[in-house]
């Protein structure tokens, strides 16, 4: 039957439901498995072959050699793009996504991230 | 010029458009008796930027070019390469690349119906369509770790598997939409306010669509049987069976109609993809440098087709390449639809190509404010112009001028 108001039976029944969105900061949604978050880095894994510098669209990370078979990322979370190429093009494992996503901060400075073997545990930088 | 002629610009900045883009009406009272576009206010530059990067990198780019179609760009991109590579692409690969562009459509076009009740002022339904599109986007985010820029397309397969139960959850999302799209066509079909509004605004006859190059649903909707996805069949859809949606109506409402019938084909060509998908490998490897030689790759995006054209040059970058997004094709044809039509009709009409005009742009023209003249800065002006530019910089070009002979000198 063509007439107007078609839709009301699904608007009154709306008015008893909960809302379709959820009450994010107090309820967080769990990312899916494959979410491609802020980056981990192992620098015992890795072998300095710099793949991921060349492969990253954004220039995002940096690896440097602090000594022998020692090396430091610099990853800048502001030039990232979470694509998670770099994760893909490392051989030996060493770089991981991670699902942690909420990365704002308040400055450039605080977005950028040194990952070494002492500060692995630590990988935020202190402000 | 009559006394009731007058000129409207709309745009780049004005509050009803969603993006930069420049419209000039020229109006007898309340009717539009010509309309131009202007197009270039968001030129990215892509197509150059692509020439500096490696392949891989290239993958990230292209797909930016658009949110919403951001598959479609990456694969067709994609493909071209593969050509010029010539390689054998896992059947298993192809089969997710159509999984996800399916998912893709679904998402878009559901967007679209929501976008398009929102310019009619039917906001209830740029409600519900957009929560039950939220469906869609969780199962893209549980398949590829985002929502927009799936980033699923690497040279020569996918990046990710699928496994059985995420199979089991796609199968779960898609009974869910396709009885909540079954409730759509059912408001579309009998709700009388949607009908009367959208019915026999925006005409473009077959005709007009054909001469005038319309693609996808715009031209579907006037009866125009074209689909790359079978008429020149890539990733999957040769193997699988699917129809191919047109319409008479030739109106806006029959753009609606395409476009949710085109959702239950996508769910028919999703359980297909579920049900054939071969086991195997979903990658081959790829060489770092292609070989020289050109492609051009085509592809039915959510909005029509999409041409990518790729040159190789035997480096690991792409010498050239050059998009041309579906709303190109389209977005002449807006003019034509608009003649002669009321000025209150012109968002929905805009709307109903489903434009991406960011997408579009690929060329920024200027135009010098005090004459009009396109000629902004002549050969020699520009040269001299950028020499000025390095030497602030501390590169100095003085002794190239010598070597080189200056064209227009």
């Given amino acids: ?127 | 010029m009559h006394s009731h002629d007058f000129q409207i610009p709309i745009g780049p900045q004005h509050p009803a458009l969603k993006e930069p883009e420049s419209f000039l009406l020229t109006m007898h009272g309340e009717k539009i008796t010509s309309m131009t576009v202007r197009l270039g206010y968001n030129h990215r530059g892509i197509e150059k930027a692509c020439e500096a990067q490696s392949y891989i990198q290239d993958i990230y780019l292209i797909e930016r070019v658009c949110g919403i179609c951001s598959h479609s760009h990456a694969t067709c991109f994609i493909q071209a390469i593969e050509e010029i590579a010539g390689l054998a692409v896992p059947k298993r690969a192809l089969y997710i690349r159509t999984l996800i562009a399916e998912l893709e459509r679904v998402h878009s076009h559901l967007l679209w119906l929501g976008v398009a009740g929102h310019e009619i002022g039917f906001d209830t339904l740029l409600m519900y369509t957009w929560r039950d599109r939220e469906v869609v986007m969780d199962i893209l985010a549980l398949l590829t770790g985002n929502r927009v820029n799936y980033s699923m397309n690497t040279i020569g397969g996918v990046r990710r598997d699928i496994t059985a139960e995420q199979k089991q959850e796609i199968l779960k999302a898609t009974d869910t939409l396709e009885e909540r799209t079954k409730y759509y066509i059912q408001i579309a079909t009998e709700e009388t306010t949607i009908i009367k509004r959208l019915s026999g605004v925006g005409m473009l006859l077959y005709d007009d669509a054909v001469n005038l190059g319309a693609v996808g649903p715009t031209a579907r909707a006037s009866g125009v049987d074209r689909d790359i996805r079978r008429d020149d069949p890539y990733a999957a859809y040769g193997e699988l069976k699917f129809n191919v949606i047109t319409d008479k109506h030739c109106d806006v409402y029959g753009r609606a109609v395409v476009r949710v019938l085109e959702l239950m084909e996508s769910y028919k060509i999703i359980r297909q993809v579920l049900a054939d998908m071969p086991e195997g490998p979903i990658t081959v490897k790829a060489p770092r440098k292609i070989p020289a030689g050109e492609a051009l790759s085509r592809y039915e995006a959510p909005r029509g087709e999409d041409v990518h054209y790729v040159k190789a040059n035997g480096t690991d970058r792409p010498e050239r390449v050059k998009v041309r997004a579906p709303t190109l094709a389209n977005v002449q044809v807006v003019a034509h639809m608009l003649k002669d039509r009321y000025l209150a009709d012109m968002p929905i009409v805009i709307a109903a190509i489903d434009p991406c005009f960011s997408c579009t742009d690929r060329l920024t023209s200027l135009r010098d404010s005090d004459s009009g003249s396109k000629n902004y800065m002549t050969w020699p002006a520009l040269r001299s112009y950028s020499i000025e530019w390095h030497r602030k910089q501390g590169i100095d070009f003085s002794d190239l001028n010598k070597k080189f002979k200056v064209p227009g000198n």
């Fill in chain 1, 1 to 127: 039957m063509i007439r107007p108001g078609r839709m009301i039976i699904q608007v009154l029944r709306s008015l008893f439901k909960k809302p379709a969105t959820s009450l994010y900061p107090f309820v967080k949604t769990e990312m899916p498995d494959k979410f491609r978050g802020k980056l981990k880095y192992y620098p015992e894994k890795c072998i300095g072959c710099m793949l991921c510098m060349k492969d990253c669209p954004s220039d995002a990370i940096v690896i440097k050699k602090v000594g022998e078979k020692k090396y430091i990322a610099e990853i800048n979370l502001a030039r990232c793009i979470y694509c998670a190429q770099c994760v893909d093009s490392c051989p030996k494992d060493a770089l991981e996504s991670t699902k942690e996503f909420e990365l704002a901060k308040l400055t450039r400075d605080q977005l950028k991230v040194v990952i070494s073997e002492e500060t692995q545990s630590s990988s935020e930088p202190k402000t």
